[in-house]
């Protein structure tokens, strides 16, 4: 049943969203830094952000993950997919760069490269950290092994040798991008891992050992010089940057409930994409971060397994599939649909100290009657309205909700607030109030354009 929103608490979040910092504001300060991140389980159009932000950056830095992100941005009609160069690149005054944090198949940064430069985008400015580790192909059939092995237990990975390629660097037999410029040690180190991991491959799961000498052509006979204009110490880089008074930005893939300490676990991704995985992964101190920005859908989505209590396994789920084009950029994989979770958001806020939320695909909802939010969880009886941490709760609870009335208009040409119908604005003020967190950005679209600033 519709809920009436009261006059009092909404409006007054709406308001103090109205009250966010602008970057000019800010200019004042000596070390200037965004963090955007995610705040659900991924997807959530944090490109488009970034790519919006960038106007105003130096320097974009992607501080975790690999090639398992998929960031749409849509330019002058244009689109481009990118899974492992930061979004910033598709400006000439960024430098983009891939902080010691991310995990780096350089077969598909070289791809990434020559793509984007065969549709006229110059990457030169790119900059690889040499202490980010390599992703070879036995992580990737390590990823698809150990997922076969999990039958139904399968965690749903990209494949993309993630999970392998972090586990071997917490293992201290990774190798990373520098070593590639020693080749008595990158073989060495290479002959190491490999000895226990064929091992693994021929014992475990029956497969053909890993050959050495094809991958020693293809890093240092192939990789190592193409990849070597880019390599640098990026972690200098970046402070060099932020003590010149630049404004650089922090760009997180996956997102918070896919993080490997704070996520959904074990249904989560191999690194830290919270806001404090971006000092970790880039080399700067907590004190250098003055916004941090979460970007979360109007609704939810996830991909691969585990928990999900506001999921929608109806026609109102497939209708969120459909009109949101929810399908992996990368995997093309469907995604799973649900209902806005505020008990999830509420933690978001805490694990990341969002200073503010931008919140995406608001467009997707236009043709609904009503909308639903889920408020709290339910199990035995009892309401619960922070996350459980226990992973059992999470699974076995189910939602309490609150329904909106919908809007039922078009609201893909709104490019200010008061372009929005009442009821979507009611919506957005009770995903504030509910947050408890300033939402200072909508997207309305896929293009760069398609957003309504609620904070000026
Ligand atoms: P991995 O990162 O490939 O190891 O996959 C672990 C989990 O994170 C799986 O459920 C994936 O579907 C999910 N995942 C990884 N990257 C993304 C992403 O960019 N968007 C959404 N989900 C992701």
């Not at 896919?258 to 700067?284: E, F, K, Q, R």
């Not at 585990?306 to 396994?313: A, C, K, N, Q, Y």
């Amino acid at each position: 049943m519709a809920q009436r929103l009261s006059e009092g608490g909404p409006v007054r979040r709406f308001r103090a969203a109205r009250a966010v910092q602008t970057t000019k504001e800010r200019e004042g300060r000596e070390m200037p830094a965004t963090i955007v991140v995610g705040t659900q389980w991924g997807d959530e159009g944090k490109g488009r952000f970034v790519d919006l932000f960038s106007k105003e950056m130096s320097m974009v830095v992607r501080y975790q993950g690999g090639h398992n992100a998929g960031h749409t941005i849509v330019v002058d009609g244009e689109s481009f997919a990118l899974q492992l160069i930061p979004s910033g690149i598709l400006y000439p005054h960024i430098t983009p760069v891939i902080g010691n944090g991310v995990v780096v198949d350089p077969k598909v940064m070289l791809a990434e490269i020559a793509m984007l430069e065969s549709r006229g985008v110059n990457c030169d400015k790119l900059r690889l950290s040499g202490n980010a580790h390599l992703i070879f192909p036995y992580h990737q059939l390590l990823d698809r092994m150990t997922e076969r092995w999990l039958g139904r237990n399968k965690l749903g990975t990209t494949k993309r040798g993630i999970g392998p390629a972090y586990a071997d660097k917490a293992a201290r037999v990774g190798i990373r991008v520098q070593d590639l410029y020693d080749e008595k040690i990158f073989v060495e180190k290479l002959r190491i891992v490999l000895r226990e991991t064929n091992a693994v491959l021929a014992k475990v799961y029956n497969q053909l050992p890993v050959d050495e000498d094809e991958i020693v052509e293809a890093y240092l006979g192939t990789y190592r010089d193409a990849i070597a204009p880019y390599v640098t110490d990026t972690v200098n880089l970046v402070h060099e940057s932020l003590e010149a008074g630049e404004h650089v930005l922090f760009e997180g893939a996956q997102a918070t409930f896919l993080d490997l300490d704070h996520g959904t676990y074990p249904y989560v991704t191999s690194s830290n994409p919270v806001a404090g995985g971006a000092t970790v992964g880039s080399g700067i101190g907590p004190r250098h971060v003055d916004r941090v920005v979460g970007v979360g859908k109007a609704y939810l989505t996830r991909v691969g397994s585990g928990p999900f209590p506001t999921e929608l396994f109806d026609d109102l789920g497939d209708r969120i599939v459909d009109i949101g084009h929810e399908y992996g950029v990368n995997t093309k994989r469907r995604r799973r649909p649900g209902w806005f979770d505020a008990v999830m958001m509420r933690h978001a806020v805490r694990l990341n100290s969002l200073s503010e939320l931008a919140i995406t695909k608001l467009d997707v909802l236009d043709s609904f009657d009503t909308i639903k939010v889920c408020v709290a969880y339910e199990l035995d009886g009892e309401r619960i309205e922070r996350m459980p941490d226990n992973q059992s709760v999470i699974h076995k609870c189910t939602p309490i909700y609150e329904e909106l009335p919908g809007w039922k208009t078009d609201v893909s040409a709104s490019t200010e607030p008061h372009h929005l119908p009442a009821n979507a604005r009611s919506y957005i003020e009770f995903l504030a109030e509910q947050c408890g967190v300033p939402i200072s950005l909508l997207g309305v679209g896929p293009s760069r354009d398609q957003y309504v600033q609620l904070a000026s």
